[in-house]
Antibody, heavy 121, light 106 residues
Framework: QITLEESGPTLVKPTQTLTLTCTFS??????????VGWVRQPPGKALEWLAL???????RYSPSLRSRLTIARDTSKNQVVLTVTNVDPVDTATYYC?????????????WGQGTLVTVSA | SYELTQPVSVSVALGQTARIPCGGD??????VYWYQQKPGQAPLLVIQ???NRPSGIPERFSGSKSEYTATLTISGAQAGDEADYYC?????????FGGGTILTVL
């Protein structure tokens, strides 16, 4: 059974760096084709893809946020970490991590419950 | 950059068929995925690779696609199907979501 859980601060000040951790179970990020992605959703708005890391440590980022995002994995801990630098109130959102199954294209078949992050002074 | 266009809202009478379109340039050449999201919950994958239902998704959910439009169809819509629905594709190593459609079951 695949599960994912996001953790991190609920409140961050503008200009700070946000660090979120996704802890997962039921799969290995060493398995060929597997990935873990991050998606966020501002209150009342649509889903927005942020980043994805693959079994081979390849990484992909949203073009609009690339300069502020870093995704990394710790396979020994079954964790994926996302950092967002220089946050702004517009970064206030629920942040989800999700499992990318093996296959030719990127999509997400299992999601964490999400964690709400508020950016405010 | 690639964009997916969805209507803001769709309404359907209880028990009738709801169709939610998702438009995109040459979407016919891409794999399309659909997610259902109920208030306060994480998205749930309901259609993968255009037409396939993941395990546990009711048969009333189906997907189809033409050259410029993908469509999620919910046959015999139930009150519990009220939710936001998002289409998604993968293009140029980027995951792209549509703007979402609010489905109201009347």
């Amino acid at each position: 059974q695949i599960t994912l859980e996001e953790s991190g601060p609920t409140l961050v000040k503008p200009t700070q760096t946000l660090t979120l951790t996704c802890t997962f179970s039921g799969f290995s990020l060493r398995t060929n084709g597997v990935g873990v992605g991050w998606v966020r959703q501002p209150p009342g708005k649509a889903l927005e893809w942020l980043a994805l890391i693959y079994w081979d440590d390849d990484k992909r980022y949203s073009p609009s946020l690339r300069s502020r995002l870093t995704i990394a994995r710790d396979t020994s801990k079954n964790q994926v970490v996302l950092t967002v630098t220089n946050v702004d109130p517009v970064d206030t959102a629920t942040y989800y991590c999700a499992h990318r199954p093996p296959g030719g294209s990127d999509y997400f078949d299992f999601w964490g419950q999400g964690t709400l992050v508020t950016v405010s002074a | 950059s690639y964009e997916l266009t969805q209507p803001v809202s769709v309404s359907v009478a209880l028990g009738q068929t709801a169709r939610i379109p998702c438009g995109g340039d040459h979407i016919g050449s891409k794999n399309v995925y659909w997610y259902q999201q109920k208030p306060g919950q994480a998205p749930l994958l309901v259609i993968q690779r255009d037409t396939n239902r993941p395990s546990g998704i009711p048969e009333r959910f189906s997907g189809s696609k033409s050259e410029y439009t993908a469509t999620l169809t919910i046959s015999g819509a139930q009150a519990g199907d009220e939710a936001d629905y998002y289409c998604q594709v993968w293009d140029s190593s980027t995951v792209i979501f549509g703007g979402g459609t609010i489905l109201t079951v009347l």
